[in-house]
């Protein structure tokens, strides 16, 4: 039953989270290939599962923002999309790595939930926030980037920062 509350939690955290999300807040494919390329990086030096799904939570909601910008350039958007697509995209991860005992150990939580979901959720938020920082940056900008590269480098910088500071704190 306590799993079944965090799954539902995470649920309804998500759907609102990316029911809020605009399809112009594009990500470009070198992103999510950096975001992936953090997690591997992370995984492979023995890194916290807070930290190391931190940046799954980032990739996921990468790859569903890439993939709803993709749809609707192909015509084949459709009503529930922000919804669909990221809770698809979340569920095929997380519910593997559940059914196989790798999420929900009791020892492996912090602040009470699990630290892949945790690191989910706060990846997923702290990815979110720099995308909407690097649009905000660029509206001041009268709708160009400070620098080049700035799409990627806001996300992937901030991703690393934060979890420099968990890494400290953990």
């Known amino acids: 039953m306590k799993?079944?509350?965090?799954?539902?939690?995470?649920?309804?955290f998500l759907a609102l989270a990316l029911s809020v999300a605009k399809i112009t807040n594009a990500v470009c494919p070198v992103c999510v290939v950096?975001?992936?390329a953090g997690l591997g990086l992370s995984r492979f030096f023995g890194v916290d599962d807070t930290i190391s799904s931190m940046w799954i939570g980032a990739l996921l909601a990468s790859l569903s923002i890439w993939t709803i910008i993709w749809l609707v350039k192909k015509g084949w958007g459709f009503k529930?999309?922000?919804?669909?697509?990221?809770?698809?995209?979340?569920?095929?991860?997380l519910f593997p790595l559940w059914y196989y005992d790798i999420m929900g150990h009791p020892l492996n939580t912090i602040f009470g939930i699990d630290k892949i979901l945790f690191g989910s959720i706060f990846g997923t938020a702290v990815f979110l926030a720099s995308v909407w920082f690097?649009?905000?940056?660029?509206?001041?900008n009268n709708g160009k980037s400070y620098f080049p590269y700035q799409k990627v480098v806001l996300p992937v910088v901030i991703l690393l920062i934060f979890s420099i500071i968990l890494w400290i704190t953990i």
């Open 134 to 140: 690097h649009n905000y940056l660029k509206k001041k």
């Open 80 to 93: 529930y999309q922000k919804i669909v697509i990221p809770g698809a995209y979340y569920l095929f991860t």
């Open 34 to 36: 950096a975001v992936g």
């Open 3 to 12: 799993k079944l509350n965090k799954i539902l939690f995470f649920s309804g």
